[in-house]
């Protein structure tokens, strides 16, 4: 059985809509298939017509119940697609795993003992990963056989593939697992000359590490997940259809080889490799012939950037928070979290009385990512985040403590 993590911390990309039709092309070629939805928002279930209301039992249910001593089977929650597809459907309970699984052991192992219960009924697993860096992302990996990171062919989507790519490599070094990763190029629109010069270049650069396959952009693919459909039932006709049975027959066609003497056989191997070319294919580029001043002004103000630089030596956990989490610079504490489709990020603490709408999070450029500097007085402060109106723990932060409701508080110490 093979198990395919779509991974991009990137919103935007289309992540939610390969999972998709890549599983539904898949049962189309008869392979018996298995869609896992890893995100909270569920968007699998609405792209495929489940009715939120009536999923009374998630993969989240199925996740945490070994760990309650109430084990509950992948099979019990499972929504028939069609003839050789089927559905793990996710809700919005799945943003309370990384709480609820707080000091369990083997808690990035959830996912990949579940899968592990079936791996006899199953050709495919296709897991569907949330746009962030987590508990969630790290089972999803930890599972994997395969990563696809779909890119689309924009400036600043290449742009945040050097980073995405570091932070997974940063991640993947824990799963000591054999891994075969490769880039995708989606939303790909043939008409404009940056798209074009950017697959040229993302083709010279990536050579066999990037699928021959390209998803071309396309409104029936867009038309099909309004209506709760795979491009294949919608319209078998579009070219929609046509690339994502090409890049089904192009999976099948790549079962990786798993052979010790191979250079690059590693997930955290491979991705060292491809990451190094993204630089290299950032370092290439013209600004002035592919991205306005304007946007590089706004990508230039990205948290953490020249520390990203000068920290290029530390160990896993330095560089992980130098992306996202709670730092002290001179007499400020910054708060720096990534949520692509968030609307608004605020945190509620002991320094605003836990009235979030004091403390605002800004938003900064189009990658997802808020920030927020505050002076404080030295002391303990426990704080949560308030995301879109939902309370959670910061999960960039591992400095936690019990809160009176069953959850847990973020600490951040002021020296």
């Not at 309970?93 to 079936?118: I, N, P, T």
């Not at 000359?193 to 993302?202: F, P």
């Not at 896993?316 to 489709?341: C, E, H, M």
Request: glycine residues 6%; hydrophobic residues 40%; aromatic residues 6%.
């Amino acid at each position: 059985m093979r198990i395919i993590a779509i991974v991009n911390q990137k919103g935007g990309c289309g992540k939610t809509t390969v999972s998709i039709n890549l599983a539904s092309a898949l049962a189309d070629a008869g392979q018996r298939t298995l869609l896992v939805d890893m995100d909270p928002q569920s968007h699998c279930a609405v792209g495929l017509a489940v009715p939120e209301e009536q999923i009374e039992q998630s993969v989240y249910d199925v996740l945490i119940s070994k760990s309650r001593n109430e084990p509950i089977r992948l099979t019990e929650i499972l929504w028939q697609i069609s003839d050789k597809f089927e559905l793990a459907p996710a809700n919005i309970d799945l943003s309370a795993f990384e709480q609820q699984m707080a000091g369990v052991v083997e808690r990035e192992d959830c996912l990949k003992d579940v899968l592990g219960e079936v791996k006899n009924e199953y050709d495919y697993v296709i897991i569907d990963c949330p746009p962030a860096v987590g508990l969630l992302t790290f089972n999803a990996l930890r599972a994997a056989t395969d990563v696809i990171v779909p890119v689309e062919t924009g400036y600043f989507s290449l742009h945040g593939l050097s980073r995405q790519l570091e932070t997974l490599n940063i991640l993947c070094e824990r799963c000591e697992q054999q891994v075969n990763v490769r880039v995708l190029a989606s939303m790909y629109d043939v008409r404009t000359k940056m798209a074009r010069e950017i697959l040229a270049e993302l083709r010279s650069h990536f050579s066999d590490k990037m699928f021959a396959t390209t998803v071309n952009f396309n409104t029936k693919i867009k038309e099909a997940a309004s209506f709760g459909q795979p491009i294949s039932e919608y319209d078998p006709a579009s070219k929609g259809r046509a690339d994502f049975r090409a890049l089904a027959e192009e999976v099948v066609a790549s079962e990786p080889k798993r052979k010790r003497h191979e250079l690059v056989n590693s997930l955290a191997g491979q991705l060292e490799s491809i990451s190094s070319s993204a630089d290299e294919l950032l370092r290439m580029a013209e600004p002035n012939k592919i991205a306005d001043s304007g946007q590089r002004t706004a990508d230039s103000k990205e948290p953490n950037a020249e520390r990203r630089q000068t920290n290029a030596d530390k160990g896993v956990d330095a560089k992980l928070s130098d992306y996202y989490g709670v730092n002290q610079i001179d007499n400020a504490i910054v708060f720096v979290t990534l949520y692509p489709r968030a609307k608004s990020v605020q945190i509620a603490g002991d320094f605003n009385n836990w009235q979030p709408t004091k403390t605002l999070m800004e938003k900064v450029g189009e990658s997802g990512v808020w920030q927020t500097k505050l002076k404080l007085p030295a002391g303990k402060y426990r704080y949560r985040l308030v995301v879109d109106g939902q309370w959670q723990q910061d999960p960039y932060n591992e400095q936690t403590e019990p809160n009176p409701f069953g959850g847990f508080n973020s600490v951040v110490e002021v020296k």
